[in-house]
């Protein structure tokens, strides 16, 4: 069964950074794109970026020139470089993995921004 495991999250003032790390375990077989959503409470869950393993990446506009995706397939972890956080990135945010048809959940780490 694939398991995904968040870590990273926390308290940061506005203008501030922080790295999110998420880390797959027990794939049989190579997982194809990984991306981050996020949820604020009392929002929809939105994409936040996506990557490939090739390493093609996408981004919501929201966060482009802000928020860089990467992946180690070597690893199989996947990490999202926040920087210039602002109030309204405040969210838990999901890892998320896909693998054919299917897609993995992570149980999601939480990030505030605020003073």
């Known amino acids: 069964q694939?398991?995904?495991v968040e870590s990273?999250?926390?308290l940061?003032?506005?203008?501030?950074?922080?790295?999110?790390s998420c880390a797959a375990s027990g794939n049989r077989r190579s997982i194809d794109a990984m991306g981050w959503?996020?949820?604020a409470p009392g929002k929809e869950r939105e994409l936040?970026?996506?990557i490939t393993s090739a390493g093609s990446t996408s981004y919501a506009d929201s966060v482009k020139g802000r928020f860089t995706i990467s992946r180690d397939n070597a690893k199989n972890?996947?990490?999202l470089q926040m920087n210039n956080l602002k109030p309204e990135d405040?969210?838990?945010?999901?890892?998320?993995?896909r693998i054919l048809l299917l897609?993995?959940?992570g149980q999601g780490t939480q990030v505030q921004v605020t003073v």
């Open 2 to 4: 694939v398991q995904l």
């Open 8 to 10: 990273g999250g926390g």
């Open 12 to 20: 940061v003032q506005p203008g501030g950074s922080l790295r999110l």
């Open 37 to 39: 959503y996020r949820q």
């Open 48 to 50: 936040v970026a996506v």
């Open 77 to 79: 972890m996947v990490y």
């Open 90 to 97: 405040t969210a838990t945010y999901y890892c998320n993995a």
């Open 103 to 105: 897609t993995y959940w």
